[in-house]
């Protein structure tokens, strides 16, 4: 059940890039077109340049392979591409591009980067919360498996926690460990 709530987080992480990538190209752009003006096509500008430079496939393939334990590596991963994205876009009509143009590159490029791995950040937030909370979850997935013994014995993600709650688990033979928050190991019947 996690696949659905991860397409959810990721398309609504898009939409509000799209947003706000689209209001800081029209804020910085503004002096020139007017800001309602600037904002209002900048807002559908953007997003059909970075679809038609494949930034939203390689992005969604990012966030489905890459949402691993660290909070800031997708995050700085998503960032990372739209750089490279919006960098080979703006190469490419560099030569089109007036000096007014090539003067808001790198302010789009450094607003724009903050903008995306603050908004992977906060939808990689949401979605831990989600699945962490969801009751929709595999015993496997919640770190808890039923024992030989009836109970039910709590892993941690530290693997070194785990070996000792599996060294403590073989040597005691009854009961079940139950992880604290401290990390300590508990044996209850």
């Not at 979850?137 to 013994?149: D, H, I, L, N, Y």
Request: glycine share 10%; charged share 15%.
């Amino acid at each position: 059940m996690r696949t659905p709530k991860m397409i959810v987080v990721l398309f609504a992480e898009l939409v509000g890039e799209a947003c706000l990538l689209g209001c800081l190209l029209g804020i910085l752009v503004s002096s020139q077109t007017g800001l309602v003006y600037g904002v209002v096509v900048s807002a559908l500008a953007v997003p059909v340049v970075l679809f038609l430079h494949g930034y939203y496939i390689t992005r969604a393939l990012a966030g489905m392979l890459l949402r691993i334990h660290n909070t800031w590596l997708y995050p700085a991963i998503a960032a990372a591409l739209f750089v490279a994205h919006m960098y080979f876009a703006l190469a490419r009509s560099n030569s089109d591009l007036t000096p007014f143009a090539q003067a808001k590159e790198l302010p789009f490029l450094a607003g724009g980067a903050c903008i995306v791995f603050a908004c992977a950040f906060i939808g990689d937030r949401l979605l831990r919360k989600w699945t962490r909370r969801g009751d929709d979850t595999s015993p496997r997935e919640r770190g808890t498996v039923p024992s030989s013994a009836g109970g039910r014995e709590t892993w941690s993600s530290s693997p070194a926690k785990n070996a000792i709650a599996r060294l403590a688990w073989t040597t005691s033979g009854q009961g079940v460990l139950r992880a604290r928050s401290g990390g300590l190991l508990s044996r209850t019947q």
